[in-house]
């Protein structure tokens, strides 16, 4: 029997259960909204919890850039469930592909979301292109940026869009806030930068910039070939998963497990740790299942063989 034709929302009612059942989130505790809370400043409280358990849940990896044999990066919104949720894997995906299917996620069960391109900092103190999304889900009179797909210093809770506001980074010394410059001219829209630093006693340092234009699926489609196939983007030469720390009894985030190529560090408030340097990938296969949950399937495996970020 054919399924029934897809309501007005990304997702059915049925798949939004799927999600908050695998990254299993307290229900008791914040029961399922609907668009009249959804879009109200009573939706924050559960947009944050749900950002939190999103992050602890759903890696941020590009490991489908390695181990596949096709090596290309779908951000159709059923493919990503399947892949996130369905297959029952552990997987994630990198900024467009966790940014997109939450977006669509919050839209199923009642937010309003825009979604916008970020232009992530360079290391000579300027920024590349369009290479990053974000999520501007309005609550009440107030606008917030969410994202769910940086990895290990992208914002940990929804930040309203107010100039120099400070939020903490989960429940460490670390902070972020967003910083709004105007744009050259009185016509030319300003942008806002999303800033991150240690604790108080470092310097703030710009981690990306975006700003109010709304993206479309075709826009982010070319991203998307961008940073999946560029022989310059770190994505197709590096693997790196991030998956970061929930703290259910402080009911925040604490740290994050990062894999780095062959190196494995676990980071806890402010201590870091090295806990595993994987020298076959044997070893690494087993670290994504071990410290991850990530699960790969022997065609997966083979992907990887001959290419440059294979170990040997």
Known sequence: M???QRPKTPYFPEDVDAY??????????????????ARSKDGLEFLAALQGYQLAS???????????????ITLDKDVLFDKIIASNC???????????????????????VISTGARVAAGNGGCGGW??????VPLGDEVY???????????????????GVVSKWGATDAETRLT???????????????????????????????????????????MNFASSNRRTSFFTYRILVVKLLLDKEVGDITGAIILNGNEVKKR??????????????????????????IFLTDRERAGIRGTVTELK
């Open 180 to 222: 709004y410059k105007k744009g050259s001219k009185s016509w030319i829209p300003g942008m806002w930068s999303y800033e991150h630093r240690k604790s108080r006693s470092h310097n703030w340092t710009t981690v990306y910039s975006f700003g109010t234009t709304e993206f479309h699926p075709p826009d982010f489609e070319v």
């Open 268 to 293: 806890v408030y402010n201590k870091s740790e090295i806990i595993a340097e994987l020298k076959t990938e044997e070893e690494r296969v087993k670290a994504l299942s071990k410290h991850f949950g």
């Open 20 to 37: 908050l059942s695998q990254i299993s989130f307290p229900t008791e505790k914040y029961p399922k909204i609907g668009p009249e809370i």
């Open 2 to 4: 054919s399924r029934p």
């Open 58 to 72: 759903v890696p941020f990896e590009n490991l489908i850039l390695h181990y596949s044999s096709h090596r290309a």
């Open 90 to 112: 552990g997987r994630g995906g990198y900024c467009m592909e966790n940014n997109l299917f939450f977006g669509n996620i919050l839209k199923s069960l009642g937010f309003e």
């Open 145 to 163: 940026m969410v994202d769910v797909g940086f990895g290990g210093e992208g914002p940990t809770r929804p930040m309203p869009l107010i100039d």
């Open 131 to 136: 290479s990053h999304q974000v999520n501007l």
